[in-house]
């Protein structure tokens, strides 16, 4: 038996009861060397199996041939398994196989750093993962036009990293250049929910300046967007 | 003191810890009457305040005025709070008040849903609401089509009520219409995580005909989603 588990954004207190079950009925967490250590110390006299970046089909791999060997593994994903996590490549490595795979969501980084940030998650968005090493430069790029035309809000995901420092203010530009203001309200949250959190809300003109890592989640409102009180509010449309 | 709340899909084995320490440090339980009643039992002592659907606005007014009496009060949704839920409005309505509005993340019907049908959201996706009470039918129909020229995967909520039964099948026709196959791979959860929960997964061109209602959410794929032992699956791209 294979459960994928998103854990949160922060280690212990944002996992789900469902998922905090799953993972103490399991002989073996699996993940992200860096999530492991998140919620290690909670789990004494678990198995622990950590990985790099980049061995995500390694993980996989490991985690079938030991529910074959009728273990019970826990694949751990930080946020969402479901959203640019474990479980889709988990599901399409044991597809065939006979195992079962039960996928425990957790909460994504979307959703986390609009807490933080405020609401800018209340009417219609996109999430957008910058990073090309799965998904070709030109389809990003596309798809941050069309999230333009539509007047979307934009989450992006995996905004930028050491192999890859400039999709970040390439991705802005694109925005702009097609038609968002460079006046939109736009916020970042770095470790969402973790030692050394840190937010900012600016706007869409200023935050290609700002220094953004792979640790930040960012999210650009729509035309609507506004600041109040610190917040960053998308109005949902309700008269007050 | 105020905290907007979101409970996830199914009450209290989806809530996280941090959610569940602020419903307990609170005095007064605020929200939609048939999300009250699913945590209900598991906070004896607690005040709780029902409201019908369309009481929005006076949700709001009254957990300001409650914090204003020095109370605590929880204004709870379900899913994430900060997705098309009361995160926004309460942030609106305290805004100036001096009241402290703290919002807690929950799990967004996206999430448990694709949890539920596999792996739709392992690339990059957009939500739309089709609920035109508070949004044009205009912009709505301008995101769906946005939303198929960028292929994203297309999470839909609020898919149809009673006063606007024939949205959903509208929505689906401006996909197609708009170069989105009919063989694209769809599901859909109801009641997801709770009593009764059901889940399909299809096509574009069949789930017109599914029974969908406003306990529905709806996930359309992208042009690569496919189906693998009855999971719907996104791949994210990596070579297996």
Redesign the interface.
């Known amino acids: 038996m294979i459960y994928v588990i998103?854990i949160?954004?922060r280690g212990?207190?944002?996992?789900?009861?469902?998922a905090l079950?799953a993972l103490n009925d399991c002989d073996i967490i699996s993940g992200y060397s860096r999530y492991i250590e998140l919620i290690r110390s909670h789990f004494p006299g678990k198995i622990f199996m950590s990985y790099s970046m980049r061995e995500?089909?390694k993980r996989c791999n490991d985690a079938l041939a030991l529910s074959r060997e009728h273990k019970n593994v826990a694949l751990i994903s930080s946020g969402?398994?479901?959203?640019?996590?474990m479980?889709?490549?988990?599901?399409?490595?044991?597809?065939?196989s006979g195992e079962d795979?039960q996928?425990?969501?957790?909460?994504?980084a979307a959703?986390?750093c609009?807490?933080?940030l405020?609401?800018?998650?209340?009417?219609?968005?996109?999430?957008?993962?910058l990073s090309d090493l799965?998904?070709d430069w030109s389809?990003?790029e596309?798809?941050l036009?069309?999230?333009c035309?539509?007047?979307?809000v934009i989450c992006i995901y995996n905004p930028a990293s050491n192999h890859r420092p400039d999709n970040f203010r390439r991705a802005c530009k694109i925005l702009i250049h097609h038609g968002k203001s460079e006046s939109t309200i736009a916020g970042y949250v770095r470790n969402a929910g973790r030692e050394g959190e840190f937010s900012r809300i600016t706007t869409l003109g200023e935050i290609m300046n700002e220094d953004i890592d792979m640790l930040c989640t960012v999210i650009i409102g729509n035309s609507k967007t506004y600041v109040?009180?610190g917040?960053m509010?998308?109005?949902?449309?309700?008269k007050?």
Not at 12 to 18: Q, R, S
Not at 80 to 85: N, T
Not at 121 to 128: A, E, K, P, S
């Open positions: 998103g949160g954004p212990i207190d944002e996992i789900t009861p469902k079950k995500e089909l969402d398994a479901g959203v640019y996590g479980a889709g490549l988990m599901l399409e490595v044991a597809s065939g795979v996928i425990i969501s957790g909460i994504t959703n986390s609009a807490s933080i405020g609401a800018p998650l209340m009417n219609d968005y996109v999430t957008i993962s799965l998904t389809i990003i596309r798809r036009i069309c999230a035309e539509g007047d979307f109040s009180n917040k509010i998308t109005p949902r449309g309700y007050l």
